[in-house]
Nanobody
């Protein structure tokens, strides 16, 4: 079992920045692709970003490319999501998730473990 705990969410003005962290338990962190997803009120959960097991490859949804950066520290069992140039439409609960033995996957069904989420609110 893998436990994921997100932190770093909050209220920020449009154009501002936040850094989300996702700390994981267990000793197999480097065997998981790690993803970030978000869910806005009344909408389905959507893919935001994913990073490969080694951290050498990443993928982003088009709406965040150039603004968000995903990175990981395998020594600290932690994955991060740097959010820059935030927009009101980025407002959502952000979740991290772990996909065992996978690469750059975007489908939620391939992620076995999920955190509880952290709220990001961007005011205009």
């Amino acid at each position: 079992q893998v436990r994921l705990v997100e932190s770093g969410g909050g209220l920020v003005q449009a154009g501002g920045s936040l850094r989300l962290s996702c700390a994981t338990s267990g000793r197999t962190f480097s065997s998981y692709a790690m993803g970030w997803f978000r869910q806005a009120p009344g909408k389905e959960r959507e893919f935001v970003a994913v990073i490969s097991r080694s951290g050498g490859a990443t993928n982003y949804t088009d709406s965040v490319k150039g603004r968000f950066t995903i990175f990981r520290d395998n020594a600290k069992n932690t994955v991060y999501l740097q959010l820059n140039s935030l927009k009101p439409e980025d407002t959502a609960v952000y979740y991290c998730a772990a996909a065992p033995g996978q690469s750059l996957v975007v489908a939620t069904t391939l992620y076995h473990y999920w955190g509880q989420g952290t709220q990001v609110t961007v005011s205009s």
